[in-house]
C-alpha cells in the first residue's frame, strides 16, 4: 500500500508539467500585483517576446538537429508585415497578425525547401544570409519601410474599446501569448511525433530507418518557428509601436542563437531560461550594456566548450547520467 | 516475402555487391554470413534505403521497394538492427524502445501540440507495450536511464528491443551478438528463436557460425559482393566454394 505522502509524490511526479505550467501563470497573473514599476514590467514584457522567438529555435535546434543564424529575419518579417499592413494600409491588427505568420511561414517554406537539403556550416551560411537580404531590403526599401530611421505610429493591440497601451496590459498580453507558445511546444515534445523529433536531432539514419520522415520533419520544425518569430515579431511591434532595421540584424539572430544554448538544446524550460538570464544579465550589471555583444561571445564558447549540450539541458545530463552511473555500479 | 533481383551497389565506381540475388522466406531464419567486407551490411543498407542501390530490385511482399526513402520502407514493416549500435544516448532506454513504435505514435504535428485525449491514450497505450518490450529482454529495471550509460551488451538488447517491439514482418539484424559473451549469445539466440516461432521473418548477418547453423533455415553466403552459395545450413558447410572464401582468406592472412 503506498502511504499519503508517496501518493503525494507520485501525483506531482505525474503531473508535474501541468503542475509547473499551473505554477508559472499563476505568478505570472499576481505579478504586476506586486510589481507596477513600468521600467521592470518593460524588462519583463521583452523577456516574454524573446521566449517566443527562442522557443521555436529551441525546437529547430533541439528537435531537428540544425542551425539558423537567421531567425531575426523571420521576427523582422512578423513586425514589419504587421506594422505595414495596419499603419499603412488600414488593416486590423489581429487579422494582419495572422495572414503575416502565414504569409512568413510560406516564406520559411520555400527557403526551407531548398536549404533545409544543407546542415552544419553550410545551413548556418545560408540562414545568416537569409538574414543579410531581409535586413538590407528593411533598410534600403524606405517608401515601404522608413528605412534606418525605422517605423513608427504603428497602432496598439486592443479588444474593442480595450487597448493593451500601458506595461500592465502589455504583461498580460505578452505573457498570454508566451505561455500559449510554452503550453503547444511542451505538448509536441512530449508526443509521440516529439519523440521522433528527439530520435532525427541525436542521430539522423537511425531515425529515418524507425520511420520519420526527416526531410519533412526538419522543413514543418523550420515553418513552425518561423511561425513562432513571426507572432513575436507582431507582437513587438505593436508593443513598441515603433520599430526599426537594428532590432533584427544578425546580431539579434546570434543573440537567439546564444539564448537556446544557454537554455540548452531541446529544453522548452530552458528556453525560458536563456531568454530570461541573456535578457535581464545587461539590466543587472551595467558594464555588460556597453560590452554586450563581447559578454555574449565568451558565454557562448563556454558553455559550448565545456556543456555541448547547452547549459541547462547539459547540467541536466550530467545528473541523469551520474544517477544512472551510481546504480549501476551498486548492481 | 522479401526477393532481391541483382543487386548491384558501386562506391565511387567501386564494386560492393554485385549482382546479388536471393529470397527471404515468409515466417524463416534466413543467414546472410560471408568473410569481412564481403558486402553484407551494404546490403542491409540497400534493402533499408539507407543507401540506394546503383541498380537492380527489391521486392517486398511484391512490391517495389529499391529508391524509396527509409522511412517508407519502415513503414511497410521492415525493421533492422545497426553493426555499430545506433541508440540515441541522450534518451532514457524506455524512450529508445518508444522510437521503434514511430509509425505508430502519429503523424500530424497539430494534433502533437493540442495532446488532445486520442493521443494521450494511444501514447499510454505504446508505453506499456515498450516496457513489455523492455521485460522481455531484462531491462526493465533500467528503463529510466539514459541510452548512453548502459553496458555494451545492454545496449545490444535495447536495439532488439527498439526493432521487435513494433512487430515488423521483416526483421533484418546487423551482427546481434558481436562482442557479447558466450551466455549472452545464447541468451539472444533463444530470443531469435522465438521471435521466429512467433512468425517473424529474419534476415540475419552474423559471423558467429555456431549461432548461425542453431537457429539459420537458409544461408546465403557473400564473398567480395557477389553471392557464391544459397541453401540450407548443412549443404552450405559442405559447399566447396565457400570452404574456399574463408579457408583461401585464411591462408592468405597466415
Ligand atoms: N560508405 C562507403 N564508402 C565506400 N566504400 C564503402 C562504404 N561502405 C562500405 N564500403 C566498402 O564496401 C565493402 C563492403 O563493406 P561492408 O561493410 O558491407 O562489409 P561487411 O560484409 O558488412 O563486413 P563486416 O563483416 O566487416 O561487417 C568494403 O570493401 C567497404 O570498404
Ligand atoms: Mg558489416
Known sequence: ?331 | MLQLMSVCKNFGGLPALGHVSFQVPHGRVTALIGPNGAGKSTLINCITGVLSATSGSVLFKGKEIAGQPAHAISRLGISRTFQNLRLFPRLSVLDNVLTGLTCEGGQSMAMAMLRLPYLRHRERQLKLRALEALDRFGLSDKSSWPAGVLAYGDKKRVELARATVGQPDLLLLDEPVAGLNGEETFVVGEQLKHLRRAGHTLLLVEHDMDLVMRIADQVVVLDSGRCIAAGTPEEVRRNPLVLEAYLGRMEAVA
Not at chain 1, 219 to 243: E, R
Not at chain 1, 296 to 315: A, D, E, R, Y
Open chain 1, 1 to 331: 500500500m503506498m502511504s499519503a505522502r508517496d501518493k503525494c509524490i507520485y501525483f506531482i511526479s505525474l503531473h508535474r508539467t501541468g503542475l509547473t505550467v499551473s505554477l508559472l501563470t499563476a505568478a505570472l497573473l499576481l505579478y504586476p500585483l506586486y510589481e507596477d514599476n513600468p521600467y521592470t514590467l518593460g524588462i519583463t514584457n521583452l523577456i516574454a517576446i524573446n521566449t517566443m522567438v527562442v522557443l521555436g529555435l529551441n525546437l529547430f535546434i533541439g528537435y531537428t538537429g540544425q542551425i539558423s543564424l537567421g531567425h531575426a529575419a523571420f521576427f523582422g518579417l512578423g513586425a514589419y508585415g504587421s506594422a505595414i499592413s495596419t499603419a499603412t494600409y488600414g488593416l486590423s491588427p489581429w487579422p494582419a497578425m495572422l495572414l503575416v505568420a502565414l504569409l512568413v511561414g510560406l516564406v520559411a517554406l520555400l527557403i526551407g525547401v531548398p536549404i533545409l537539403r544543407l546542415s552544419g556550416h553550410y545551413l548556418a551560411m545560408a540562414t545568416l544570409g537569409f538574414n543579410f537580404v531581409v535586413h538590407s531590403v528593411l533598410l534600403e526599401w524606405d517608401e515601404m519601410t522608413g528605412g534606418p530611421s525605422g517605423f513608427s505610429g504603428i497602432p496598439y493591440l486592443g479588444v474593442g474599446d480595450f487597448s493593451f497601451d500601458n506595461e500592465v496590459r502589455l504583461h498580460y498580453l505578452l505573457w498570454g501569448f508566451t505561455l500559449m507558445g510554452l503550453l503547444l511546444s511542451l505538448n509536441l515534445v512530449r508526443s509521440g511525433v516529439g519523440r521522433g523529433l528527439a530520435a532525427l536531432a541525436e542521430d539522423e539514419t537511425a531515425a529515418a530507418a524507425l520511420g520519420v520522415n526527416t526531410r519533412n520533419a526538419k522543413i514543418k520544425v523550420f515553418v513552425l518557428s518561423a511561425v513562432m518569430a513571426s507572432i513575436a515579431g507582431s507582437l513587438f511591434a505593436h508593443c513598441y509601436t515603433f520599430i526599426s532595421p537594428d532590432s533584427f540584424g544578425i546580431f539579434t539572430s546570434t543573440d537567439m542563437v546564444i539564448m537556446v544554448v544557454v537554455g540548452g538544446m531541446g529544453s522548452i524550460w530552458g528556453s525560458l531560461f536563456g531568454a530570461g538570464l541573456l535578457t535581464l544579465l545587461p539590466e543587472v550589471i551595467g558594464i555588460f550594456e556597453t560590452y554586450k555583444d563581447f559578454v555574449h561571445g565568451i558565454i557562448l564558447v563556454l558553455v559550448l566548450m565545456f556543456l555541448p549540450q547547452g547549459l541547462v539541458t547539459g547540467l541536466v545530463d550530467m545528473v541523469r547520467v551520474r544517477l544512472a552511473l551510481r546504480r549501476r555500479e551498486a548492481q
